[in-house]
């Protein structure tokens, strides 16, 4: 078992930042990616972006370029560096994880981007 919890939500306006953070616990040695899913209104949930533990990143073509995800070893947590955000970025953005052959998802955290 693997549990996540998701930081760094809130609302900013377009053109700003916000940093997202998700802490793994438990069975986190099974670990083999992680990543970032949102779901907005009326939308289908679109993968944002993933990280694999063999070093590789990959991105939405919605986001490259305005977001990063990277991995900090020593807290167990992977971050999402969001730039130049935009409206269409507003979402409820979950936290996910492969480990030994099951999917685990986080509670999920409101960003809000206003125009």
């Known amino acids: 078992q693997v549990q996540l919890v998701e930081s760094g939500g809130g609302v900013v306006q377009a053109g700003g930042s916000l940093r997202l953070s998700c802490a793994a616990s438990?069975?986190?040695?099974?670990?083999?990616?992680m990543g970032w899913y949102r779901q907005a209104p009326g939308k289908q949930r679109e993968l944002v972006a993933v990280f694999t533990f063999g070093g590789s990143t990959g991105y939405a073509d919605s986001v490259k370029g305005r977001f990063t995800i990277s991995r900090d070893n020593a807290k167990n947590t992977v971050n999402l560096q969001m730039n130049s955000l935009k409206p269409e970025d507003t979402g409820v953005y979950y936290c996910?994880?492969?480990?030994?052959?099951?999917?685990?998802r986080g509670q999920g955290t409101q960003v809000t981007v206003s125009s």
């Open positions: 438990g069975s986190i040695v099974s670990i083999n990616l």
């Open positions: 996910v994880t492969s480990a030994g052959g099951n999917d685990y």
